[in-house]
Nanobody, 130 residues
Framework: QVQLVESGGGLVQAKDSLRLSCAASGRAFSRTVMGWFRQPPGKEREFVATISASGGSTYYADSVKGRFTISRDNSKNMVALQMNSLKPEDTAVYYC???????????????????????WGQGALVTVSS
């Protein structure tokens, strides 16, 4: 199983950029779809983005499409989320995830997307002020 540790959260102003990183351990990393979820204050966790095992395909929630970019470096066991043009509604705890093989890239389309995640990081808080 993959173990995940996020870094890079913080407080920024609207329209600023921020980059989250996720360090993964475990031999299966290069064969695993990876992604990011987030949990805004007082709300349920929601899907943000996924990236295929090779890094060749990505999938985004409509709310972040065009502003966020997910990437990975399999040689370093790292996943990143570049967040541009941040909005106050992007304020949330962001979780790096390893996606279950059966769920795949479109885990966000499941009725309960959380069920398609096999490993979660501890979370990184991102606060966007207006």
């Amino acid at each position: 199983q993959v173990q995940l540790v996020e870094s890079g959260g913080g407080l920024v102003q609207a329209k600023d950029s921020l980059r989250l990183s996720c360090a993964a351990s475990g031999r299966a990393f290069s064969r695993t779809v990876m992604g990011w979820f987030r949990q805004p204050p007082g709300k349920e966790r929601e899907f943000v983005a996924t990236i295929s095992a090779s890094g060749g395909s990505t999938y985004y929630a409509d709310s972040v499409k065009g502003r966020f970019t997910i990437s990975r470096d399999n040689s370093k066991n790292m996943v990143a989320l570049q967040m541009n043009s941040l909005k106050p509604e992007d304020t949330a705890v962001y979780y790096c995830v390893a996606v279950s093989e059966w769920a795949g890239l479109r885990v966000g389309e499941l009725e309960i997307p959380n069920n398609g995640v096999e490993a979660w990081g501890q979370g990184a808080l991102v606060t966007v002020s207006s």
